[in-house]
């Protein structure tokens, strides 16, 4: 254990240019999410143009029910990069090593529940968001080899969350870029060779994110450092448990209840029929594509402000979290702009079909206009969290894009049936109420508390 902590390949965020620190643990960061999008992406395109509109739809209305387990792992995962940079910051080495494999531990436990209950539920939570009998059997199909090779994604996750918690965001890049490559390959052979369909792509998904989870886990396993992994050395410490969920458990909620209600915003989408979920799925996978450079800067926030913080460096961690706020605006200003003018073609990459690019473009350029507010909400957000405050933005995220829009989508869905433009709206009015609540209590907030808190 007397390894230093300081090597080539992190980042100490605790010196340096603020700007040009975020900038580089963020761009490969953004590189990294984009492959990692590009597995759900491309099955779409692939089912989309190959297979057909319903298959296609079954892709889409699968989204929700994935994420309401993969995100409150992503919550838990954020409360362990937390503790981990915080370590890291403050050049503890052996609370470093004890987290670390605390997590992976917690990683390997969650991989089997996950397995077991997605596959379980499957069935159920499809006939909760009333999905058409046409789009039924293929989306149970695509759920349920989809569950079975989840372990391969939240390990790939978690393990590049620790990466990323000391400032190494490039190497869990290469492995993502690898398995993406790998998924797009997969996916050709197995629709357009062996003519697999849905099934096809789904097994594609698995394969590539198992390889990319035994890639990171052979990087950490091999380093020196005190965040490797050591399998002899795996433990539960329950004071580190109990830190990780204090901060990843309100995330991991927060993150899984959002997506769960998403469940029932598909089932108002859904009562338009097939043409309107596969022109919904169009818009979805477009739309996580614009998160992109916001959710970068947020990771980017959440490890400065941690770092930081650990540092006790308030000062530092505040005056970090607002610049990465302004990029974040900016980037996804050019990125909306460009999209509301290239939207009928982005939409038609996925499907050609008149209904399905109505409704696609149609959603896609209004939510296009209420992007900016999102920025305040994922990287404010990251911001809290890097303090160890993840209990406030998850009541302010819940309240506004679950309780509230659920009212929305009940009130409008009555009020004016068969409007598809104002159930659409659903979303854009959560992200400005949110963004609301979070501006006001982080620019608000006393920081001298922070450094008090967290030296308890």
């Known amino acids: 254990m007397g390894t230093k902590i300081i090597k080539s390949k992190d980042t100490d965020m605790t010196h340096g240019p603020i700007i040009k620190l975020l900038i580089l643990y963020a761009i490969p960061l953004l590189l990294g999410n984009l492959f990692q999008q590009l597995y759900n992406t491309v099955d779409s395109l692939v089912v989309g143009n190959f297979v057909g509109t319903q298959a296609l739809a079954a892709v889409g209305s699968t989204t929700s029910i994935c994420n309401t387990l993969v995100k409150f792992f992503n919550g838990v995962s954020i409360g362990a990069s937390v503790i981990i940079s915080q370590s890291y910051g403050a050049h503890d080495e052996e ?132 965040y490797r992994f050591d399998p002899k050395g795996l433990c539960m410490d329950l004071e580190i448990v109990k830190r990780i969920l204090t901060v990843g458990l309100p995330t991991g909620i927060q993150q899984s209840l959002t997506a769960f209600s998403n469940v029932f915003v598909h089932s108002y989408i859904n009562a338009f029929g097939s043409a309107c979920m596969a022109g919904w799925s169009c818009y979805s996978k477009i739309d996580q594509f614009i998160f992109l450079p916001m959710q970068s800067m947020g990771s980017a926030a959440t490890m400065f402000v941690g770092q930081n913080v650990g540092a006790n460096d308030t000062k530092r961690a505040k005056e970090g979290a607002v610049k990465a706020l302004s990029m974040a605006i900016l980037f996804t200003a050019i990125c909306c702009a460009s999209l509301w003018i290239l939207a009928p073609q982005m939409v038609a990459l996925f499907n ?105």
């Not at 077991?116 to 989306?139: K, N, Q």
């Open 95 to 226: 609370r470093l090593y004890k987290s670390v494999q605390t997590t992976l531990a917690l990683t390997f436990i969650f991989g089997i529940v996950f397995t077991i209950l997605g596959y379980a539920m499957t069935p159920f939570m499809l006939r909760l968001m009333a999905t058409p009998e046409d789009v039924l059997p293929l989306s149970s199909q695509y759920l349920r080899i989809y569950f079975v090779g989840i372990s391969g994604l939240l390990v790939y996750n978690m393990g590049s969350g620790i990466l990323r918690a000391v400032g190494d965001s490039k190497r869990p890049l290469m492995f993502l870029i690898f398995s993406s490559i790998m998924n797009i390959v997969l996916d050709l052979v197995l629709v357009l060779a062996f003519d697999m369909g849905i099934a096809g792509v789904a097994l594609a998904t698995i394969i590539s994110q198992f390889v990319s989870a035994l890639l990171v886990l052979l990087l950490l396993s091999r380093c020196k450092e005190s």
């Open 352 to 456: 050609k079909e008149p209904e399905v690019l109505r409704y696609g473009v149609l959603t896609l350029r209004q939510n296009l206009c209420f992007m900016i507010f999102c920025c305040f909400n994922q990287v404010l957000a990251g911001a809290l969290r890097g303090t160890g405050d993840a209990k406030t933005p998850m009541y302010y995220l819940l309240f506004s894009q679950v309780v509230v829009r659920q009212i929305y989508l009940f009130m409008i869905a009555r009020a004016f049936p068969g409007n598809f433009r104002l159930i659409a709206f659903a979303f854009p009015m959560g992200w400005m109420l949110c963004s609301i609540f979070m501006s006001t209590h982080f620019f608000r907030m006393d920081w001298s508390k922070v450094t008090k808190k967290y030296k308890k």
